[in-house]
């Protein structure tokens, strides 16, 4: 966490699970330790995890897809501190949920058309959800960032599902998409499979590859617009 200083000569963190941490108390010193839950606290739960005139503090020993709320509180003197209590800041955030351990696997594409491909299939790891990326033309490049959600659409190309440059997001949670469209003929497209736990800025992908996982497809080329005609046959023999 990170924070700007104002104009005591130290600040104290202290965070608590769940809820807002309890104030420190004046005249009281408190050992700040930045592992959670081993420093001292201001009330039980409220545990200080730094002390000191710095602006951030790593804080460890957090437990996955929970929310921790931080509260910095100004003060002076060391013996007999004197805590600014009023108007402390108070800010939270969730930890990233567990990664997947298992990656999606097994992607196949039964039915590839001209500007189109449906009779996606891939067997499912272990997270809650998965999101599919197709480029063209190369392999996917860019991955999905924890703490972001992203919306997918099965038109290729939406502006709204990029990541990066040409990655596209195309499908977002379970089962299959129906089909993919608005693809280019004759083009090879390349997919890639993202497992998934958590929601909203507790999001944790798991970016591993997997056997299947990522694979190429290529459009059918145009149906060519007219038949041959006037067909006329030469000399038939029996040689």
């Given at each position: 966490?990170?924070?700007?200083?104002?104009?005591?000569?130290?600040?104290?963190?202290?965070?608590?699970?769940?809820?807002?941490?309890?104030?420190?108390?004046?005249?009281?010193?408190?050992?700040?330790?930045a592992?959670?839950?081993s420093g001292?606290?201001?009330?039980?739960?409220?545990?200080v995890v730094y002390k000191g005139s710095g602006t951030s503090v790593n804080v460890t020993?957090?437990?996955?897809?929970?929310?921790?709320?931080?509260?910095?509180?100004?003060?002076?003197?060391?013996?007999?501190p004197n805590y600014l209590q009023a108007g402390a800041p108070v800010a939270s955030r969730t930890t990233l949920a567990t990664e997947p351990s298992i990656q999606a696997s097994g992607m196949a594409?039964?039915?590839?058309?001209?500007?189109?491909?449906?009779?996606?299939?891939?067997?499912?790891?272990?997270?809650?959800?998965?999101?599919?990326?197709?480029?063209?033309?190369?392999?996917?490049?860019?991955?999905?960032?924890?703490?972001?959600?992203?919306?997918?659409?099965?038109n290729f190309g939406t502006a709204s599902a990029e990541i990066g440059?040409?990655?596209?997001?195309?499908?977002?949670g379970t089962g299959t998409p129906n089909r993919i469209s608005s693809?280019?003929?004759?083009?090879?497209?390349?997919?890639?499979?993202?497992?998934y736990n958590g929601s909203g800025d507790a999001i944790n992908y798991n970016t591993s590859a997997a056997t299947g996982n990522p694979i190429s497809q290529t459009t059918m080329a145009a149906n060519p617009g007219s038949a041959v005609s006037d067909l006329a046959l030469s000399n038939i023999g029996t040689d």
């Open positions: 966490m990170n924070g700007t200083g104002e104009n005591g000569d130290s600040v104290l963190v202290v965070a608590r699970q769940g809820s807002a941490p309890a104030a420190p108390m004046d005249n009281t010193t408190y050992t700040a330790n592992a959670f839950s001292d606290t201001t009330v039980p739960g409220s545990f020993g957090l437990s996955a897809g929970t929310e921790y709320y931080f509260a910095v509180y100004e003060f002076n003197g060391s013996t007999t594409i039964s039915s590839p058309a001209e500007v189109s491909m449906s009779g996606f299939t891939w067997t499912a790891g272990n997270g809650v959800g998965r999101i599919l990326v197709a480029k063209a033309g190369a392999p996917v490049d860019s991955f999905p960032v924890d703490g972001v959600t992203y919306t997918g659409g099965t440059t040409g990655n596209y997001v195309l499908w977002v693809l280019a003929r004759d083009t090879v497209y390349h997919f890639r499979l993202f497992e």
